[in-house]
């Protein structure tokens, strides 16, 4: 059976109350494309704004710590998170797991947290430009994921393969390797729609999407921009393939 298409934007360090419009409108899209679940993973100091200005659309956390409250300065818990009105939160992006050095027990640990704050997770796996050269894409994502997930499964958690080198850059792979990772991800973990991550534009997602092996796309840059992200939506709004 086919599963809903899944349309999630990354913005990271970016946004603030001037930038509500572009939530708005984001949400107005949304609800023109009901086909498709769309939601937005926004700095922690937005989350409430965004919930109340943009109902119906889905807000998440960018990340979340591993223990519900405690001597954490600077961090956020996943309780935290629903209490502001996230839904969702997005856990072992490249640049926590690089930038920050968190590693797959880490995330296992963030995401049984996350599960049992009554949040969804998009879990994020992919290999480095070494990985990709080396031939081990298959085996660093299949370690990832078996790490990072330690068991859990389920209708609650989505799976966003992003390669390290094709994040914020122009390259991307091949369509049919996008597939053929996304078989992979289906046979390691069941029952998990599948996004793709790494430049997505409405240019690229057209043919990445066309070829049957995704549920949607993890998108970062093009999420700050409505008519940009509203055309990635657009064509993701297909009769079920």
């Not at 996943?78 to 050095?101: I, N, T």
């Amino acid at each position: 059976m086919a599963k809903r298409p899944l349309l999630v934007g990354n913005w990271k360090m970016h946004g603030d109350g001037g930038d509500l419009a572009v939530i708005v409108a984001i949400g107005e899209a949304a609800r023109r494309h009901p086909a498709v679940d769309v939601a937005l993973c926004v700095p922690a100091t937005l989350i409430d704004r965004a919930r109340r200005v943009c109902a119906g659309l889905a807000i998440g956390g960018q990340d979340c710590h591993a223990e519900p409250n405690g001597a954490h300065t600077g961090d956020i818990s996943a309780s935290m998170l629903r209490e502001a009105g996230a839904s969702l939160v997005l856990l072992g992006h490249s640049e926590r797991r690089h930038d920050h050095h968190e590693d797959d027990a880490l995330i296992a640990a963030k995401l049984r947290a996350a599960r049992a704050a009554g949040l969804e997770v998009v879990l994020c796996v992919g290999e480095t430009a070494e990985d990709h050269a080396a031939g081990r894409s298959a085996a660093v994502v299949q370690e990832q994921l078996t790490r990072s997930l330690a068991g859990a499964g389920g209708p609650g958690i989505a799976i966003a393969y992003e390669p390290v080198w094709a994040i914020g850059g122009d390259l991307t792979p091949e369509p049919t390797e996008v597939a053929a990772m996304a078989g992979l991800i289906r046979d390691t973990v069941l029952g998990v729609r599948v996004l793709y991550g790494g430049s997505v534009t409405p240019d690229n997602g057209a043919a990445l999407f066309a070829q049957g092996g995704i549920d949607g796309f993890l998108v970062g840059r093009q999420s700050l921009e409505a008519d940009a992200f509203t055309a990635i939506l657009k064509l993701m709004d297909v009769p079920t393939r």
